[in-house]
């Protein structure tokens, strides 16, 4: 389903839609009840607007700050402004150092982000609630007192450079939706610029415009504050008045940026190219309305039935049934001053993007010519209702909703009307906003095709008027530096800690074998279930990749009793989400719903699992897909980098081959090897269900008797699975070489661990330490120290056999042999010295830190109990993991990696444009192999 940030309301009804087939109708469901959000308003005197909901259900606390500046704020010849001061907040101020919120925060267990969009900047932090008062100080700390020195400036601004390269040049679609969509569609408004901005306005920033902007926009009167969580509300009412209060508003008045967008004059048609595309994309456009506007709402009802799930008019239409376009969706973007309604499509290999325009306008007239059915009306309210219950879950969920809200509206109360006002839309609602601006004459056709000879890439167009001049930015004023040690105000002193509980988890057998946990948690009527399965990428035959995960695939496309386009429109209804996957070793079938209709939700899955027919079209289908998937996969470097590092460390070893099968295997997959593969691992003797969420026990024991107690297995034992990792392989280091790719993906790959494995949990701390969070080795080497990357990361890989270690970043092609170098001395590092006892115990509160946010979501913690049944491990290890992770020591962290992690056993993998560093890279490694991504084989542990 298609994610959204939509609030939620004190009470809401699932509508139920008429059957799609002839069944016997379930009872229509009880309403379900949702609090209101609950949050309480003051206004301090400097002007700030403070937010705070109580919640002692949870060990946390979050702790936002929404800033009311965004792109559309930029100054001319500074797009991209915004967001990189986003990056500058987490720096310094006159009282503490770079990097001391995430000491703050990572250290002891848990996180910190921010995003800038349009219309916003915001903050968020979720700790642990004993460390609630050292974030208020700091939250205050960097509002007043904020460090902005030339070194840390120019570094992040490299840091935003590199997330430029990789989230727009380096993605095949990357220029299209983050620079060429918004520059067409808006004609006036500074919301034309992409947020990231542009390489040329990057460098055109100076560090005097950087403090002018903060000067400018971060004032106490242009925040909102929002804390949820563990708290007493007269100790934190105390902090924020003794932190936040004394700030004081500054007299100046904010820039004045109300650009009005003019009505459409005509339809207008662009062609834009860029590199690595492998497939072309067409997007149809229209300017609808601002945020707040009532049309809004059944624009939204209209988005969904456009495009939300697979019973969705693009999907049933262009992917499923014309089988056009690899991908078709749609989105609406509402924003303070404007908005618009886009619908695009990547068209499928072979078809051309004139059939893609053709077939999406057919589909939007529908909405003008006709009125939607009934059935379509109650399922998209369905589907909007579910997923505002979702996005309600977890302390940080409730406060971005209410912080979305305040932003576009500042009136909160529109987060508890939201949802009344989807459920009121009518038929005639949808077709008149369908009429009013979803038109021919108000339209933007823009397609998007592979750059070559003779059409150059398109560039970014940098010259853009805004209403917001860097003149118009405050003074400079005071510059402030980090002040001595002895002169800082010292950080408030730590509360005493609120433990999390794990819950209880009650575990039964079925008759014929099938194993049932359950773990109860209260709160919102949600309720997961998880289907589990040893069916996996170990368990695929020679030659056969991608069974395992077209195999699941097809379970939700056609049983004995629904056809695929009737499933979809079931779990639609529902408001649910089921879905099913395959990895390296495991096959899941999953559903989440509201609990009303669980009931439903799991008999649908149970018919999915055990009555598939895996159709000869529906399986043409989804290989056809999967295959244009594959096409565009094949074009990004990191993708690329990830695929052919499974082939270096594991050869032809199942491990080895791409989970979702290669262009060779895919087309020689056949019905015969699904129905196969399914009889002989899909059996309720091999598998596990765990439900997690508003059930308790024994409505889990009567639901799961009757969706699968009469379910048997075959006679015959499942087969088992042989050395998944094969034998341990010779070093490689391999370039494939991309000409024109916006980024290098460097790739540092081990053979690891199992998951049973005595070391995990040292090898899982060492991990974290190396590249499993912002304040890792690996980020501050390559990202903070040198700004080479927006972000590195390294993951252990567990599986049931040896695991697969990687390390990795994206960098700018003539920096990919300089970042090797930087991954693999920290690999080494690790095994050959022993961390510090500070770094070990914030690691260890950062993986516990991560597990208690687990816990706090139905899905997490079935997950949680899901990955404990699979691999055999107890049940006592979910109350154990905390003290497990706790009794790790820098010793057995060094041990563990010299054993099992040596460099000398690691190999390379980078995917660039090689020209720009095959040099460097020969000099260090002058065994390197050189392949041209035209000619890489994924069949082949050679690659070629």
Not at 216 to 233: E, K, M, S
Not at 261 to 287: D, I
Not at 312 to 336: G, H, K, N, T
Not at 772 to 790: A, D, M, P, V, W
């Amino acid at each position: 389903m298609k994610s959204r940030l939509l609030s939620a309301v004190a009470a809401l009804a699932l509508l139920s839609a008429a059957p799609v087939m002839a069944q016997t109708p379930s009872p229509a469901p009880a309403s379900i009840e949702v609090p209101p959000l609950g949050f309480v308003k003051r206004t301090l005197p400097n002007g700030m607007d403070v937010y705070t909901s109580r919640d002692t259900s949870t060990s946390n606390v979050t702790v936002q700050v929404w800033y009311r500046v965004g792109g559309k704020d930029d100054p001319e010849g500074r797009s991209g402004f915004a967001h990189l001061f986003e990056h500058l907040m987490f720096k310094a101020t006159k009282d503490f150092p770079d990097e001391t919120f995430d000491r703050l925060t990572e250290d002891v267990g848990g996180n910190n982000n921010a995003f800038t969009s349009d219309d916003v900047t915001a903050y968020h932090e979720t700790i642990p609630a004993n460390h609630l008062e050292r974030l208020i100080f700091a939250e205050a700390s960097r509002l007043g007192s904020l460090v902005v020195n030339e070194d840390v400036f120019e570094s992040e601004r490299d840091v935003v450079k590199e997330e430029y390269r990789q989230g727009v040049l380096a993605q095949p679609y990357g220029r299209l939706f983050s620079l060429f969509v918004p520059a067409t569609i808006y004609q006036e408004s500074p919301y034309r610029r992409g947020v990231i901005g542009s390489l040329e306005n990057l460098d055109a920033a100076t560090i005097e415009d950087v403090r002018r902007f903060h000067a400018t926009y971060y004032r106490p009167d242009n925040a909102f504050l929002i804390v949820a969580g563990n708290f007493d509300q007269a100790q934190l009412d105390g902090w924020i008045d003794r932190y936040l209060a004394p700030i004081p508003n500054p007299e100046r008045p904010l820039p004045v940026n109300n650009v009005v967008e003019p009505e459409p004059t005509g339809p207008r048609e662009l062609t834009f190219h860029a590199p690595n595309v492998a497939l072309p994309a067409v997007v149809l456009a229209w300017p609808t309305v601002a945020y707040r506007d009532p049309d809004r709402i059944p624009l939204t009802v209209l988005d969904g039935i456009l495009s939300t799930g697979e019973s969705s008019r693009l999907y049933r239409s262009l992917v499923y049934e014309q089988q056009l376009a690899a991908q078709a969706s749609s989105s609406p973007d509402f924003v303070q001053q404007a908005g618009y309604m886009s619908a695009y499509a990547i068209m499928a290999g072979g078809k051309t993007p004139d059939e893609g325009i053709a077939a999406l306008r057919a589909e939007i007239a529908r909405f003008r010519d006709e009125p939607v059915t009934d059935a379509e009306l109650a399922e998209a309210k369905n589907e909007l209702v579910a997923d505002a219950l979702r996005s309600r879950e977890t302390i940080d969920d409730r406060a971005n909703v209410l912080g979305f809200a305040l932003i576009q509206t500042n009136d909160a109360s529109v987060a508890d009307r939201e949802i009344a006002e989807i459920q009121a839309v009518t038929a005639a609602d949808i077709q008149r906003v369908a009429r009013r601006y979803l038109t021919d004459q108000r339209g933007v056709t823009i397609r998007y095709l592979n750059a070559d000879d003779a059409n150059p890439v398109s560039e970014q167009v940098t010259d853009v008027t805004a209403p917001v001049t860097v003149a118009d930015l405050a003074p400079v004023g005071e510059i402030l530096t980090l002040l001595p040690e002895a002169e800082r105000a010292p950080l408030p002193e730590i509360a005493a800690a609120v433990s999390p509980a794990t819950p209880p988890v009650a575990d039964f057998r079925l008759d014929n074998g099938l194993r049932v946990l359950v773990v109860e948690k209260e709160g919102l009527p949600l309720v997961s279930a998880r289907l589990s399965f040893d069916a996996g990428q170990a368990d695929e035959a020679p030659g056969k990749a991608g069974v395992a995960s077209m195999t699941a695939a097809l379970l939700t496309q056609g049983t004995t009793t629904r056809s695929a386009p009737e499933i979809a429109t079931e779990i639609e209804q529902l408001g649910a989400s089921i879905g099913a996957g395959a990895g390296a070793d495991f096959s899941n079938v999953s559903a989440n719903a509201p609990a009303n209709v669980f009931p439903q939700a799991v008999a649908l899955m149970a018919d999915l699992v055990r009555n598939p027919t895996f159709a000869e079209e529906e399986l043409d289908r989804q290989r056809t897909q999967t295959l244009d998937g594959l096409r565009i996969a094949l074009t990004t470097p990191g993708q690329v980098a990830a695929q052919a590092a499974g082939r270096v460390v594991y050869g032809e070893a199942p491990y080895g081959a791409p989970a979702s099968g290669t262009l060779t295997t895919l087309p020689a997959i056949t019905r015969a090897d699904i129905a196969a593969f399914h009889a002989a691992r899909y059996r309720p003797s091999e598998a596990t269900l765990v439900f997690s969420g508003d059930i308790d026990e024994m409505d889990a024991r009567a639901l799961a008797q009757s969706a699968f107690g009469d379910w048997t297995a075959p006679a015959t034992a499942a087969p088992a699975a042989t050395a998944p990792a094969g034998e341990p392989r010779p070093t490689r280091i391999v370039v494939i070489d991309q000409p024109g790719a916006g980024q290098a993906a460097v790739t540092v790959a081990l053979r690891g661990v199992s998951r049973t494995d005595a070391d995990y949990f040292p090898l899982t701390l060492g991990n974290t330490l190396l590249g499993g969070s912002f304040t890792s080795r690996l980020n501050q080497e390559i990202r903070i120290k040198r700004g080479l990357s927006y972000g590195t990361r390294s993951s252990l890989g567990v599986r049931r056999d040896d695991g697969l270690f990687t390390a990795s970043a994206q960098t700018r092609n003539d920096a990919a042999a300089e970042v090797a170098d930087l991954i693999l001395a920290e690999v080494t590092r690790l095994s050959t010295t022993q961390p510090t006892a500070s770094e070990i115990t914030t690691r260890q509160a950062i993986l516990t830190g991560a597990f208690g946010n687990q816990l706090e979501t139905v899905d997490g913690l079935g997950g949680l109990v899901a990955g404990l049944a699979l691999y055999d491990l107890p049940m006592s290890e979910l109350s154990a993991y905390v003290s497990n992770v706790e009794a790790v020591d820098g010793a057995a962290v060094e041990a563990a990696f010299a054993e099992h992690l040596p460099v000398d056993r690691a190999s390379l993998v980078i995917v660039g444009d090689a020209a720009q560093f095959i040099d460097a890279l020969r000099a260090r490694h002058p065994d390197v192999e050189v392949i041209a991504l035209s000619d890489l084989n994924l069949d082949s542990a050679a690659l070629k």
